[in-house]
C-alpha cells in the first residue's frame, strides 16, 4: 500500500510539472555546440551589441566605398591629329543580369551567419566627364560593359561598347570601343579599373583618339 500511494504521488507530481517544463523550453534560447560546450547565442549577441561599440570594420568599409563612389577618373585622350589632352570623368555604373563568381565566407564565429558575397559581370556604364584645356569642354558616353572576374583572382578583365557626345569646337557623335582591366579580390568593392578605350566620329575624323582612363569603382 505504501508503494501504492508512492507511485500515485508521483504521477501526481509529474502531471503537475510537465506543462511548466514544456512552456520553460519553448521559450528557451537556442543553445549552439561550441569548443566548451553549449553556447546562448541569443544572450551572447545582446552582450555583443551592448558592450561591442560601433563597428569599425562596416564603418570602414562604408568609407571604402564611399572613397570609389565620389572619386573620379583621371585620364588622357589622344587625337589623331595629335593633340593629347587630360581628362576627368565621373563613371557610373549599374549591375545588371544574373549574379556571376559567388562565393560564402564562413562566419567569424557560431554565432554568426555566414556570408555570400556576388559579383554581376554585366553592367551599364554613364560616363560624363571634362576635357582639361584652356577652355574646358565636356562629354558624355554611355555605354554597356562585360567583365569577367575569377573568385580567387586579384585581376578581372572585360570589354565594353558604347556612344559618345563631344562638345569640343562644336557637337559630335560618335561610338566608342573599350578593354578594362579591373584590380581587386573578387567579389566585393571597392575595385581600382583601367579602360582603354577607342574613340570614333564618323563625321569628324579628326576627332577620333584612344583614351586612357584609370580610378576607383564600386562596380
Request: hydrophobic share 45%; charged share 20%; aromatic share 10%.
Amino acid at each position: 500500500m505504501a508503494a501504492v500511494r508512492f507511485c500515485s504521488a508521483l504521477c501526481g507530481l509529474l502531471l503537475t510539472l510537465l506543462p511548466a517544463l514544456a512552456h520553460a523550453q519553448q521559450r528557451k534560447p537556442v543553445l549552439r555546440p561550441g569548443p566548451f560546450g553549449l553556447r546562448n547565442c541569443e544572450a551572447e549577441l545582446a552582450l555583443r551589441a551592448e558592450m561591442g561599440g560601433p563597428d569599425f570594420s562596416a564603418l570602414g568599409q562604408a568609407i571604402e566605398i564611399g572613397f570609389a563612389a565620389l572619386s573620379p577618373h583621371v585620364g588622357v585622350i589622344a587625337r589623331v591629329d595629335g593633340t593629347v589632352r587630360a581628362s576627368l570623368l565621373m563613371p557610373m555604373s549599374v549591375p545588371i543580369g544574373p549574379s556571376g563568381p559567388t562565393r560564402t565566407l564562413p562566419a567569424r564565429d557560431r554565432c554568426t551567419h555566414d556570408e555570400r558575397e556576388e559579383f554581376r559581370p554585366f553592367r551599364i556604364s554613364l560616363e560624363p566627364g571634362l576635357l582639361l584645356q584652356k577652355y574646358p569642354t565636356g562629354f558624355v558616353r554611355a555605354s554597356f560593359r562585360s567583365i569577367w572576374h575569377p573568385l580567387n583572382s586579384f585581376v578581372g578583365a572585360g570589354a565594353g561598347f558604347g556612344a559618345i557626345a563631344d562638345w569640343q569646337n562644336g557637337t559630335a557623335l560618335g561610338f566608342s570601343s573599350e578593354l578594362l582591366l579591373q584590380l581587386g579580390g573578387c567579389c566585393k568593392p571597392p575595385f581600382w579599373q583601367l579602360s582603354v578605350r577607342r574613340d570614333q566620329y564618323p563625321a569628324d575624323r579628326d576627332r577620333e583618339a584612344f583614351v586612357f582612363v584609370f580610378g576607383p569603382t564600386v562596380w
